[in-house]
C-alpha cells in the first residue's frame, strides 16, 4: 500500500475537507413552526461514519410519522424536532471518529504507533471473522 501512496501523481490527487454538525449544538434553534428542517441541513456529518443518508431518511420518515399522528403541525414539528438527536448525535459522532483519527495520524508519533496498532487491529478483526463464519457453517 505504502507504494501506492508513494507512486500516486500529486497533480492527480485532491484534498477534501469534511463538514459536520456540532454534536453538542442544539439541532433546531429555533421554535418549532410550520417550518424545520430535515437531513445534512439538521444533522450534517462526513461520510466517514456510513450514516449520512440513512440518518436523512430516518429524519425523514420520523417528521412524516409525527405528521400523521398530530392534527396540529407545529405540535407535530415539535414533536419531530424533540426527538431528533435520539438518532442524529450518536450518528454525528460516529463518522467524527475516524475524522478524529485522520486528524491525529497527522503527528508524527501518532504515526510511528499506528502502524503496530492497526497490524492488531487487523489480526483481531480477522480472528472474529473467522469465528463468525465458522459459526454460520455450524448452523
Known amino acids: 500500500m505504502a507504494d501506492v501512496i508513494r507512486d500516486t501523481d500529486p497533480d492527480r490527487t485532491a484534498a477534501v ?17 410550520r417550518i424545520t428542517a430535515i437531513g445534512d441541513a439538521v444533522h450534517a456529518m462526513p461520510p466517514t461514519g456510513g450514516r449520512a443518508g ?8 420520523a417528521l412524516a410519522d409525527a405528521l400523521i399522528a398530530e392534527p396540529d403541525i407545529d405540535s407535530a414539528v415539535a414533536r419531530y424536532q424533540a426527538r431528533v438527536d435520539e438518532w442524529a448525535v450518536p450518528a454525528i459522532e460516529e463518522s467524527l471518529g ?19 496498532l492497526l497490524s492488531i487491529a487487523g489480526w483481531i478483526g480477522a480472528g ?6 465458522a459459526d454460520r457453517s455450524v448452523r
Open 98 to 116: 475516524p475524522v478524529r483519527a485522520i486528524q491525529a495520524l497527522g503527528n508524527p508519533v501518532a504515526q510511528l504507533a499506528a502502524g503496530p
Open 54 to 61: 440513512s440518518t436523512a431518511i430516518r429524519s425523514a420518515g
Open 17 to 33: 475537507s469534511f463538514r459536520a454538525a456540532d454534536p453538542e449544538a442544539p439541532r433546531f434553534p429555533w421554535r418549532p413552526c
Open 128 to 133: 472474529r471473522y473467522r469465528r463468525s463464519q
